[in-house]
């Protein structure tokens, strides 16, 4: 069994930032991606950014050089530290753990609302 518990988010005015945090535990996988996903209203549910264990990261064009993701291994945690807001980037935002070996599966957390104004 797999658990994600995100913390983080909520609403924030434009050009601000905010920090979201995820947890894993369980039987995580040795080789893994953990990163973050969301999903605006209306919209399909889309990649904001993840980042392996080796430090490999892969971003949305819409997020470079706002947001950063980084993840501390020991603790099975993945951070998104979000600046420079836009109300774009409102939505639900989803924690994911792709595991690939030994195993091949896919774990979200519950999601986490932001919101950002005008």
């Known amino acids: 069994q797999v658990q994600l518990v995100e913390s983080g988010g909520g609403l924030v005015q434009a050009g601000g930032s905010l920090r979201l945090s995820c947890a894993a535990s369980?039987?995580?996988?040795?080789?893994?991606?953990m990163g973050w996903y969301r999903q605006a209203p209306g919209n399909e549910r889309e990649l904001v950014a993840i980042r392996n264990k080796g430090g490999t990261t892969n971003y949305a064009d819409s997020v470079k050089r706002r947001f950063t993701i980084s993840r501390d291994n020991a603790k099975n945690t993945v951070y998104l530290l979000m600046s420079s807001l836009k109300p774009e980037d409102t939505g639900v935002y989803y924690c994911?753990?792709?595991?690939?070996?030994?195993?091949?599966?896919?774990?979200w957390g519950q999601g986490t609302q932001i919101t950002v104004s005008l």
């Open positions: 369980g039987s995580t996988g040795s080789i893994n991606n």
């Open positions: 994911n753990l792709h595991q690939i070996w030994p195993n091949r599966r896919d774990d």
